[in-house]
């Protein structure tokens, strides 16, 4: 709905408001004005042929034709008359008349069968023909034929034609005019408001006010505009505010969180390394087993502070890379070895497919946290069922897929799993719902594109592109 439209529906409204009663008033009274003119004019020269044919039959049955011409010269006061004739019964002229500049003269020598002559009048294109018997006392003494012009009839049709022309454009002027001064009123105000809800929609600025001076409907609108928008400002302000101090938080509390777990990995692995030793074998044993699961839970912490970190890092911006040459094949084959106790524990099979190499120029470290946060989460999602890792390399580009046979992810969860916080599972399986998040972030900043290719329950494929040579940072 724009204000253009609003105009030409208002223009479009007034013109069928205004025209068409007066248009049928018009046609209707038209019609019966021409209708009442053609009738009369018919009549009129029915009865002027009665009193010419009357003259005539004197004229006649004494074999007057002087008297006879005299009778018919009469017409020519009536210039709507064109021309006339008097026969006998022999169907010979016996007299004539002819308008003066009435054009070529109708006018036989002879009447073919001057009996067969019926009475009659009759319209036929632009005159009147009318035939009479020419009698006296029930003895016929000849035929008159005279044509009348329908000059007045035709003047009258255009006269009605021409005022109703000139009518239909006074009130198209008009309704132009009226449907302007409802455009200036109505939708040239109302389209301002939508100028403004527009670019508040395209630029999200809530500082825009829209502006209207009248005192009626509208300006009411626009004021409760105006208010709604200080309100959604006012909003807008408490969340981001509510979301800076979050991100606060998580960036204090993950930097918090991660010196005392440094720490403790230090010491997890220094036990690991120096066992302590036990004289009771079973003890020692006992000892490896929950030193290796303080290990995995150590390590597990830290992913999730680390990621915690990430997501604040991202807010604020301070997300940078460090390109270096990186061997993608094998990182993967790392990132699997570091991952075997895992992949034991759960019984899956991981199967790996690698060129060679697959060297790139890219940040180690983020790379190596995108084939973790994709692993992790096919080990997570994929019901212990065979994952599949490949890595694929051209000359641009190198490509990550990571497949699993597990519980999967709906179509209508596409999108939203890469986002901050989102989630598509139970909450029984564990997580922040930040892997994917971090991860399209790495791979974007990389310059590359991640995507997914799920049903649920029909397990997921994961597909990561990144260009061999692009230095870029978020
Ligand atoms: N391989 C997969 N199969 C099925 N669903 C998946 C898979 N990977 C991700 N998902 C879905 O996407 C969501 C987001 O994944 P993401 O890795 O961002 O978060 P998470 O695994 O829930 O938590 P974490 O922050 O610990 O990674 C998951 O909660 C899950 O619903
Ligand atoms: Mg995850």
Same mark, same amino acid.
């Given at each position: 709905?724009?204000?253009?439209?609003?105009?030409?529906?208002?223009?479009?409204?007034?013109?069928?408001?205004?025209?068409?009663?007066?248009?049928?008033?018009?046609?209707?009274?038209?019609?019966?004005?021409?209708?009442?003119?053609?009738?009369?004019?018919?009549?009129?020269?029915?009865?002027?042929?009665?009193?010419?044919?009357?003259?005539?039959?004197?004229?006649?049955?004494?074999?007057?034709?002087?008297?006879?011409?005299?009778? =018919?010269?009469?017409?020519?006061?009536?210039?709507?008359?064109?021309?006339?004739?008097?026969?006998?019964?022999?169907?010979?002229?016996?007299?004539?008349?002819?308008?003066?500049?009435?054009?070529?003269?109708?006018?036989?020598?002879?009447?073919?069968?001057?009996?067969?002559?019926?009475?009659?009048?009759?319209? *036929?294109?632009?005159?009147?023909?009318?035939?009479?018997?020419?009698?006296?006392?029930?003895?016929?003494?000849?035929?008159?034929?005279?044509?009348?012009?329908?000059?007045?009839?035709?003047?009258?049709?255009?006269?009605?034609?021409?005022?109703?022309?000139?009518?239909?454009?006074?009130?198209?002027?008009?309704?132009?005019?009226?449907?302007?001064?409802?455009?200036?009123?109505?939708?040239?105000?109302?389209?301002?408001?939508?100028?403004?809800?527009?670019?508040?929609?395209?630029?999200?600025?809530?500082?825009?006010?829209?502006?209207?001076?009248?005192?009626?409907?509208?300006?009411?609108?626009?004021?409760?505009?105006?208010?709604?928008?200080?309100?959604?400002?006012?909003?807008? *302000?408490?969340?981001?505010?509510?979301?800076?101090?979050?991100?606060?938080?998580?960036?204090?509390?993950?930097?918090?969180?991660?010196?005392?777990?440094?720490?403790?990995?230090?010491?997890?692995?220094?036990?690991?390394?120096?066992?302590?030793?036990?004289?009771?074998?079973?003890?020692?044993?006992?000892?490896?087993?929950?030193?290796?699961?303080?290990?995995?839970?150590?390590?597990?912490?830290?992913?999730?502070?680390?990621?915690?970190?990430?997501?604040?890092?991202?807010?604020?911006?301070?997300?940078?890379?460090?390109?270096?040459?990186?061997?993608?094949? =094998?990182?993967?084959?790392?990132?699997?070895?570091?991952?075997?106790?895992?992949?034991?524990?759960?019984?899956?099979?991981?199967?790996?497919?690698?060129?060679?190499?697959?060297?790139?120029?890219?940040?180690?470290?983020?790379?190596?946290?995108?084939?973790?946060?994709?692993?992790?989460?096919?080990?997570?999602?994929?019901?212990?069922?065979?994952?599949?890792?490949?890595?694929?390399?051209?000359?641009?580009?190198?490509?990550?897929?990571?497949?699993?046979?597990?519980?999967?992810?709906?179509?209508?969860?596409?999108?939203?799993?890469?986002?901050?916080?989102?989630?598509?599972?139970?909450?029984?399986?564990?997580?922040?719902?930040?892997?994917?998040?971090?991860?399209?972030?790495?791979?974007?900043?990389?310059?590359?594109?991640?995507?997914?290719?799920?049903?649920?329950?029909?397990?997921?494929?994961?597909?990561?592109?990144?260009?061999?040579?692009?230095?870029?940072?978020?």
């Amino acid at each position: 709905m724009t204000g253009a439209s609003i105009g030409r529906k208002l223009i479009a409204l007034t013109l069928v408001l205004a025209l068409l009663p007066i248009l049928c008033v018009l046609g209707f009274v038209a019609a019966k004005q021409i209708r009442d003119l053609r009738t009369e004019m018919l009549a009129s020269s029915t009865m002027m042929g009665s009193i010419v044919a009357e003259y005539g039959a004197a004229a006649l049955a004494f074999d007057e034709p002087h008297s006879a011409q005299e009778a =018919l010269n009469v017409l020519g006061r009536h210039e709507e008359f064109r021309d006339a004739a008097l026969y006998d019964m022999r169907g010979r002229l016996f007299a004539s008349f002819q308008q003066l500049g009435g054009g070529k003269s109708e006018v036989l020598p002879i009447l073919l069968d001057p009996y067969a002559a019926k009475p009659r009048t009759d319209l *036929e294109g632009d005159r009147i023909h009318v035939v009479q018997a020419v009698d006296h006392d029930g003895v016929r003494f000849g035929t008159l034929v005279l044509h009348t012009s329908t000059a007045r009839l035709s003047a009258s049709v255009n006269g009605y034609l021409y005022s109703l022309g000139l009518l239909i454009v006074v009130i198209l002027l008009a309704s132009a005019l009226l449907a302007w001064a409802l455009e200036k009123m109505i939708s040239r105000r109302l389209r301002k408001l939508a100028e403004v809800a527009q670019r508040i929609a395209q630029k999200e600025d809530y500082s825009v006010r829209a502006t209207d001076t009248g005192a009626d409907e509208i300006s009411l609108l626009a004021e409760a505009f105006n208010s709604m928008l200080a309100e959604i400002g006012r909003r807008q *302000e408490q969340a981001l505010q509510a979301v800076r101090v979050r991100d606060e938080f998580l960036s204090v509390a993950s930097h918090e969180l991660k010196t005392p777990l440094t720490s403790l990995k230090l010491q997890v692995q220094s036990l690991l390394e120096q066992p302590p030793s036990f004289s009771d074998h079973g003890e020692g044993q006992r000892m490896a087993s929950s030193l290796a699961l303080t290990d995995r839970q150590v390590r597990r912490l830290e992913r999730l502070i680390g990621n915690l970190l990430d997501v604040s890092r991202i807010a604020v911006g301070r997300f940078h890379l460090q390109i270096e040459d990186v061997d993608l094949a =094998l990182m993967v084959r790392d990132v699997v070895a570091q991952f075997s106790a895992e992949i034991a524990r759960s019984g899956t099979a991981v199967a790996v497919v690698l060129p060679e190499h697959a060297v790139g120029r890219w940040d180690p470290l983020r790379l190596e946290q995108v084939v973790v946060n994709l692993l992790s989460n096919a080990l997570k999602y994929g019901d212990a069922k065979p994952i599949e890792i490949r890595v694929a390399v051209d000359d641009e580009r190198a490509r990550l897929i990571v497949h699993d046979r597990g519980v999967g992810v709906d179509a209508s969860n596409h999108a939203r799993i890469f986002e901050r916080f989102e989630r598509a599972v139970s909450v029984n399986y564990g997580g922040l719902g930040l892997g994917l998040y971090i991860t399209r972030q790495i791979v974007q900043a990389h310059g590359g594109t991640i995507g997914v290719d799920s049903a649920l329950g029909q397990g997921a494929t994961f597909t990561v592109e990144i260009p061999r040579r692009r230095q870029e940072a978020i």
